[in-house]
């Protein structure tokens, strides 16, 4: 199956098809959607979204409009690669990345995450929080907290931040700022999608050798503009 055919909005995200259901690379680049494929080939139609007016565009993935079926599967993708790392903690990034932190967390055996937070509760301390932005709502002022009294779940383990895309950083940055206000350096990073590359020059500035800790259920590229249209894997 070609993945020239349009979806309608709500139709994206809802099954993981099977290996070869669609084209990777057809020739005269994809137009409307791109196929991640996991590690077993099973492969999952992302809707192709233009970024800066047309220069390029991105694969996108909004997981908590995704079917249980789709977040299961991502889930145990994820597990499965964390697992052998033997995180202690997940901490999980909001909004989304949360959907996919506590999914992920069950599959490890934990009980429980530590989930961030942009809603300030009464107990919350200024210190404890800092900016945070992402290139799906690069508008919106927010402040990224931690409960203060989840601390204490985090010292001396070893910790697993997840979000649901990486793409330029940006979220993940914050993070490891608030975390490190409290003397925390996650051992490793996770995500439903490492979306291009951008996201590893901000890794490697704010935390050198943590761009090699991010492990992922799929991998998809930045997407160039072709002439007679569609779009090119970069």
Not at 25 to 32: I, K
Not at 54 to 68: C, E, T
Not at 165 to 179: E, K, N, R
Not at 187 to 195: E, K, P, S, V, Y
Request: with cysteine; hydrophobic share 40%; proline share 8%.
């Amino acid at each position: 199956m070609p993945t020239s055919a349009p979806l309608s909005d709500s139709d994206f995200w809802q099954h993981i098809d099977p290996p070869g259901s669609h084209v990777e690379t057809p020739e005269g680049g994809h137009l409307h959607a791109y196929p991640a494929t996991l590690a077993d080939g099973r492969q999952l139609l992302l809707p192709i979204r233009e970024r800066d007016h047309g220069r390029y565009a991105l694969a996108s993935l909004i997981i908590n409009q995704a079917s249980f079926a789709v977040v299961d599967a991502l889930a145990d993708e994820l597990a499965n690669k964390l697992r052998e790392e033997s995180p202690d903690v997940i901490v999980g990034l909001p909004t989304l990345g949360l959907t996919l932190a506590e999914a992920t967390a069950r599959r490890l055996g934990h009980a429980r995450y530590v989930p961030l937070g942009t809603s300030r509760k009464f107990w919350y301390r200024d210190e404890l929080s800092v900016p945070m932005s992402s290139i799906t709502s690069p508008n919106s002022q927010k402040r990224l907290y931690i409960d203060p009294r989840m601390l204490g779940l985090l010292q001396d383990k070893r910790v697993c931040v997840i979000d649901d895309v990486i793409s330029t950083g940006s979220s993940m940055v914050s993070a490891l700022s608030l975390l490190g206000r409290t003397g925390i350096t996650p051992d490793c990073l996770g995500c439903a999608m490492r979306q291009s590359t951008l996201w590893r020059q901000a890794l490697a500035t704010a935390s050198p050798g943590l761009e090699n800790r991010v492990f992922s259920a799929f991998d998809t590229p930045l997407l160039k503009p072709l002439p007679s249209g569609g779009w090119l894997a970069e």
